[in-house]
Structures are given as structure tokens and as C-alpha cells.
Nanobody, 114 residues
């Protein structure tokens, strides 16, 4: 399984971005898909995740601003990020897990600056 993340870029504070992560392979619909982020000098942290059934949970720092969704027909998971703040700047990684499968995307950089 390979994951390809995209959608990062430069955005002003208060702006929005939508990240995408496309997965190869036929078992995507069975996976739990997650987004993580890692800022310079900090540990990687979980942003949020979506189960195979569509249930979601989020880090407290992004609740109400970020939304994870998935399109199983396109083997893709999305992260809609609204009201972005400088502290949201990081490299964002997608991840999928199912049984012994634990696959990571290559990361996409989000910069929040005026």
C-alpha cells in the first residue's frame, strides 16, 4: 500500500486548506485513516482519525476547525482545515491502519503566515 498526500501550501492566518491522501490497494475502506502533524522541534502528534465506519475523533487543539472525511470509492482521505493559525504550521502526514498494515504518506507542508 502506498499513500500520496497533497494539498499543503502557504496560507494566511484565518485561512483554509484541504489536504488529500490517496491510497493504493483494495483494502482502503477497511482501514482507520488518520492525519498527524509534526512541527519543527516537536513530536509528531495525532490531528484526527476516521474509522472504516466513518466515526471521527480529533485532537482538542483542532476540534471545531478541522474535519476529516473519506471517499472509499476514490481510496482517499481528506483533511479540511479552517481558521488556520500559526501554531497549525507543520508537516502533515496521513496514515492508514488495518490489522498488521500501518502505512504512512510522505508528508505535505502547511505554512501559516501573513
Amino acid at each position: 500500500v502506498q499513500l500520496q498526500a497533497s494539498g499543503g501550501g502557504l496560507v494566511q492566518p484565518g485561512g483554509s486548506l484541504r489536504l488529500s491522501c490517496a491510497a493504493s490497494g483494495a483494502i482502503f475502506s477497511a482501514t482507520t485513516a488518520s492525519w498527524y502533524r509534526q512541527a519543527p522541534g516537536k513530536q509528531r502528534e495525532l490531528v484526527g482519525r476516521i474509522s472504516s465506519g466513518g466515526s471521527t475523533d480529533y485532537a482538542d487543539s483542532v476540534k471545531g476547525r478541522f474535519t476529516i472525511s473519506r471517499d472509499n470509492a476514490k481510496n482517499t482521505v481528506f483533511l479540511q482545515m479552517n481558521s488556520l493559525q500559526p501554531e497549525d504550521a507543520a508537516v502533515y502526514y496521513c496514515n492508514i491502519k488495518f490489522l498488521r498494515l500501518d502505512a504512512w504518506g510522505q508528508g505535505t507542508l502547511v505554512t501559516v503566515s501573513s
